[in-house]
């Protein structure tokens, strides 16, 4: 990242030719998901068919209690998922009339950091290349 271009994966942008910038979230890791879609699966499955075999009249207080703590096993896996591989932070934008992704991180801090460089960086171009505002310039200086 320089004032003049961000640079990310091999890929150069120029600053001023980056426009209507935002934030989005990247979709959930396919393993998750995979993973959280089979077991509510199997699980619905097994209870389909201990109530066709079974007469559900006929269950032990022990099994409804025991199909009650198997049935919250796919959001134990979700929040699993969820913690060990968290949606991506995505910062997106215009270059040249095409919507592109410019930087996605699973990390937020990180995210933080170059989104907040590339923000200023945009700053600076806007104010014709100074590197910082005018108001924190110190514009009088003592003759000697």
Known sequence: ????????????????????????????????????????IVLATI???LGMTTELNHLSAQTYLALTAVAFVPFLVATIGHRLRPRAF??????????VLLFSSDEERQYGQVTRALLRAQEA?????LAEPLVSMNIWRMRR
């Open 47 to 49: 209870g389909i068919t």
């Open 125 to 129: 171009y806007r104010l014709g290349g």
């Open 90 to 99: 995505e910062l997106w934008g215009e270059f040249r009339g095409m919507t």
């Open 1 to 40: 990242m320089t004032r003049d271009w961000f640079v990310v994966g091999g890929r150069r942008f120029p600053v001023g030719e980056l426009h209507h910038l935002h934030t989005a979230r990247g979709p959930a890791h396919q393993l998750t998901v995979r993973s959280v879609t089979v077991t509510a």
